[in-house]
T-cell receptor, first 116, second 112 residues
Framework: DAGVIQSPRHEVTEMGQEVTLRCKPISGHDYLFWYRQTMMRGLELLIYFNNNVPIDDSGMPEDRFSAKMPNASFSTLKIQPSEPRDSAVYFC??????????????FGPGTRLTVT | GESVGLHLPTLSVQEGDNSIINCAYSNSASDYFIWYKQESGKGPQFIIDIRSNMDKRQGQRVTVLLNKTVKHLSLQIAATQPGDSAVYFCAERKRGYSTLTFGKGTMLLVSP
């Protein structure tokens, strides 16, 4: 398995532009998570999906952020309009529905976003 | 150490030493704990996990200890190698939830 795939790996954009981050979870995983990582705030959960349905988006910082999961193999995180304070590394992670009660999440390589 | 501002607590060890990384968790309702390793430029990678009905679990060169009385978790790495240099995160899962809450992380630096 290729693991969780994220694109692009790096994104540099100007303030006010729309940014779309993409994620392909591991096949067969039921959960998908979007995180943001900064030095100041660490790893923050933004939103997560179960079977393509958004379950908790309370971590999404503002209405400028939106996430979709149109099917089991694809999710997007969109920022419109982007601001310099959105600069961070964004991770996607997926997790299987594990009846053995382990909750390991498998992380992608991340997208480093820089908004100038 | 405590995390202050932009600085991660850092543990510096010599190659071959044993390393102990500590983590305090906050929620007594947490029933599952996990350690991740994050190398520079990469996503976090699973190391080892433990459920709250256990006190200790061992893996290859790693041991996780759980002290529920004081809500403390530790990761022990035996015979630390330069390749172990990374940031290590603990995470907890609150009973009934599907999400993990991550700690701030500890940087481990291993010198040859």
């Amino acid at each position: 398995d290729a693991g969780v795939i994220q694109s692009p790996r790096h994104e540099v954009t100007e303030m006010g532009q729309e940014v779309t981050l993409r994620c392909k979870p591991i096949s067969g995983h039921d959960y998908l998570f979007w995180y943001r990582q900064t030095m100041m705030r660490g790893l923050e959960l933004l939103i997560y999906f179960n079977n393509n349905v958004p379950i908790d988006d309370s971590g999404m910082p503002e209405d400028r952020f939106s996430a979709k999961m149109p099917n089991a193999s694809f999710s997007t995180l969109k920022i419109q309009p982007s601001e310099p304070r959105d600069s961070a590394v964004y991770f996607c992670a997926s997790s299987p529905l594990d009846r053995r009660a382990t909750y390991e999440q498998y992380f992608g390589p991340g997208t480093r976003l820089t908004v100038t | 150490g405590e995390s202050v501002g932009l600085h991660l607590p850092t543990l510096s060890v010599q190659e071959g030493d044993n390393s102990i990384i500590n983590c305090a968790y906050s929620n007594s309702a947490s029933d599952y704990f996990i350690w991740y390793k994050q190398e520079s430029g990469k996503g976090p990678q699973f190391i080892i996990d433990i459920r709250s009905n256990m006190d200790k679990r061992q893996g290859q060169r790693v041991t996780v200890l759980l002290n529920k009385t004081v809500k403390h978790l530790s990761l022990q790495i035996a015979a630390t190698q330069p390749g172990d240099s990374a940031v290590y995160f603990c995470a907890e899962r609150k009973r009934g939830y599907s999400t993990l809450t991550f700690g701030k992380g500890t940087m481990l630096l291993v010198s040859p």
